[in-house]
């Protein structure tokens, strides 16, 4: 597929586009700390607020006597699950909300219940926490999801569906005990397995592990009303993606909801509500006075993926073709309210789909726990690719195969399973990335580094899809020879909008800083979509609005150079317009002059004031003849609005979900194994990306450091820890999880293939979370010392695996 329905999307020649160290619009409020959080806003006479966080990870609270709270002076009011405007939060004109915003059940550790004390600042609101008489009805935590499978285990939402008789708490009727069910079958897998000369069965581990948010989710609200217009204002500052929900969640229309705010902070693929954000209209509201609540560090420890366990089943020929594939996972539904990401969603997407094998089956098991809580995420969506990692390596090391032979061999074509063609970006990566790493495969524990360490090395392949379901709502204004892009952020760390601003320049061909983005709460147009839509699909929307303002440009000055001109000071000739008699379509826009201009004939008289200075900056000119032209903003002096809304055609992401594949990449680690300590270091990771089109080098290099360095982590270090008697987490601060710092990440090799196969801006297709990994590491681990370690593998483990301890 390719950028074939927009506007020059086959364009060859980029001036902008794919420039490196273009600097981000904001980047300097970033840098010298002007930019403002949701943790930042300060108002005067604003009043703080605190949740009741639960002690246990499966509880009810039965009753709260707040009397001794109250009394503390600067309490302003504590209120209570039971608070009849409370219940009714979320509301629509349909009827009350499915399940109560605040409940007086938590079934996990930490999560607010119960109440929300109101006070003049944060510590008296803790001393009113604290002071608080809470009496808790404590039930059977599970946290191991095997044992909360059993038939005989407490079952952890037993008390919600008794207490409760809403939508959102119905027992599922085809539930036993704690767990849920999925499946999907495609193809006979029994008869792939009668062709297989070899079966191979292994388990994979993907440990739960957090994603941190570096500015804690808070938010300030207030209201005012307008002496001008009717009904109240709606003031939220917290950054959150989309204001507008919060306005619905209060009735109050878009363009009443103000946020001023547009840094949101660094977040990947986290775009769940906190309470914290939602709460404070409604306190402010309650209070008449502004209302802030901001969450701690320890308590934005939410999961970015939760544990699965996998038994897999593998059938190839002698050859290493695959005929059958069995996933049985059991996974870890979490809280009530968890993302459905990483359990029944990736059986219709996942690594299978891309293999020639048409015998597959996944089975699935969603455990009920009181673990936590993943809000909407995805990091390594689909959660299980790493399955076909692990069995891939398994299969090298059996047949005495390259890896990369065997995911070649295996790999369909561009259309479909039954495709034997290559994939024009897989093969381009493959040669790419074998050059990058100087690869050659060896079998397990073969290589020794000159230091005694064992060597070992792995290889993974993923798409780089487009999630495309969003649309775009695009606008560009024109004024005194600039180009504004107006839009209401967010600035959520991906530069979405210095890709649009990228685009817009190389359309109009003007210089990118003749591109200036208006941020304003009160603007349409956002970037942000659906994983790399927002950069791809929005620039794809974003280059159709360029090319109308640039038709409605060249128009009006055609028009204005026909406009007899006014004469010149004290009376003198007008000076000639060099774009008179031609129409728009002999016009065209430079960045700066192409040619000298021509002189005047005959020569206007001297001007008291001197010659004027010659034109730097974007020219309207002559396509016949660039000499003939005119400064931008002198060409053109009224104020020119275009307007696009709209998407790009559908990626075969949306349309195959890996049955069919355009733009790919490929990864690799390096790592070196220590025998004696069981040490691991990763020496060097490699990736080669075909995004189809680079938009912007910093933003994509930048996320392939970030996305192998959390792969790191997530395979060496983190871990989440329970009590098993409690159900307690017991390392949720930034001491004892543990995470990569600057100074553990290795470096990372990179490289780009530009296939222009994808199908939105330019042929770009984008990364999204397709290079986030549970196993590469691990798989070279296991080249290392021909051992299998579940992640994180800690030195204990490593030694373990080799019978040393």
Known sequence: MADLVGANGQRTEFRVVGQPNLPGKASMSLANGVAKFGIDYVLPGMLHAKFLRSPYANARVLKIDDTKARAIPGVVDIITWEDPEL????????????????DDYADQDGMEVGCIVIAEDEDIAED???????????????????????????IVR?????????????????????????????????????????????????????GHIPNPPASVAWWTKEPYRDGEWLHIEGAVQRRNNIGQMYGVADDRTVQEGIFQGGKYCDWGMRMSQEITPFLAKRTGRPVRCAQTREETFDFLMNQRLIHMKIGFTKDGLITAIDDFSIADGGIQGSSGFGTANDQGYGPYYTTKCLNIRQRMEIIDSNTGKM??????????????TVGLHIMAEKLNRDVIELAKLNLHGPASQEDMTLVPSFEACIEAGKKLMNWKWHKSGAKTLPDGRKHGASFRYQ?????????YDCKLEYRGGKIHLPTQGPITGIFAVECNAMVVAEELNVEYDDVIVDYHWSHKFTPVGGGSDGTTASGWA???????????????????????????????????NPLKGYSADELDIAPHPLAEPKPIDP???????????????????????????????????????????????????????????????ICFAEVAVDEDTGMVEILRFGVVADPGKVIRPTSLESQLDQVMFFSQGCQLLEEFIFDDRTGLRLNNNMIDYKKPTTLDVPRVDKDFAETRSGNAVYGASGISHSLANTHLVICAIENAIGAWVQPPATPDKVLKAIGKI
């Open 87 to 102: 219940k009714m939060l979320g509301a629509t004109p349909f009827g009350p909300p499915s399940r109560p915003y605040l």
């Open 375 to 388: 809000f909407l995420s995805g990091q390594h969506c689909p959660f299980n690719w790493d399955t076909l």
């Open 463 to 471: 798409i780089c899809p487009r999630h495309a379901f969003s649309g």
């Open 603 to 665: 020569p206007p008289p001297p001007s008291p004031f001197g010659a004027p200075p010659p034109v730097t900056g974007p020219v309207v000119y002559v396509k016949s003849d660039p000499s003939l032209f005119k400064a931008l903003g002198s060409a053109v002096s009224q104020e020119i609005v275009a307007t696009f809304s709209g998407r790009p055609p559908a990626a075969i992401w949306s349309l195959g979900m890996g049955k069919m594949l355009d733009t790919m990449n």
């Open 158 to 210: 037993q008390k919600r569906y008794e207490l409760r008789d809403m939508f959102s708490s119905i027992r599922p009727e085809n539930q036993k005990g704690n767990v849920n069910f999925a499946n999907t079958i495609q193809g006979d897998v029994d008869e792939g397995f009668k062709q297989a000369d070899h079966i191979i069965e292994y388990e994979v581990d993907l440990p739960a592990f957090c």
């Open 542 to 576: 974003m280059k159709e609005c360029a090319n109308i303002l640039k038709r409605l440009v060249l128009e009006q000055a055609a028009k204005e150079a026909a406009v007899p001109p006014l004469p010149g000071m004290f009376g003198g000739p007008p000076a000639p």
């Open 128 to 154: 009113a926490l604290r002071a608080l008489d809470v009496t808790w009805e404590v039930y059977p935590a599970m946290t191991d999801i095997l044992k909360a499978k059993q038939p005989d285990a407490p």
